[in-house]
């Protein structure tokens, strides 16, 4: 069992940061892939990033180059470091750990992106 602890969001104006953080706790937490989806109102749950565990990322294209995901497998956590963000972000941010057919989620964090 892994569990998953989000924070970091919150109302933000059009073009600022944040930087959402899920903390696990369990056993071999290093083991598995780690990622962000999100799910705004009236919309299914999306993709939006994830690392492996060696260290491999990727990201949705909406988010290419305003999104870093990272992880740091110390202290158990992974980040997602959001810049010029867009209204269109807005969303219950959840933190995603993946391995094999094992796939736990966590509460989620609200991000509001307005003016």
């Known amino acids: 069992q892994v569990q998953l602890v989000e924070s970091g969001g919150g109302l933000v104006q059009p073009g600022g940061s944040l930087r959402l953080s899920c903390v696990a706790s369990?056993?071999?937490?290093?083991?598995?892939?780690m990622g962000w989806y999100r799910q705004a109102p009236g919309k299914q749950r999306e993709f939006v990033a994830r690392v492996t565990r060696d260290g491999a990322a990727d990201v949705a294209e909406a988010v290419k180059g305003r999104f870093t995901i990272s992880r740091d497998n110390a202290k158990k956590a992974v980040y997602l470091q959001q810049n010029s963000l867009k209204p269109e972000d807005t969303a219950v941010y959840y933190c995603?750990?993946?391995?094999?057919?094992?796939?736990?989620w966590g509460q989620g964090t609200r991000v509001t992106v307005s003016s």
């Open positions: 369990g056993s071999f937490v290093s083991l598995y892939d």
């Open positions: 995603n750990a993946a391995l094999l057919s094992n796939n736990f």
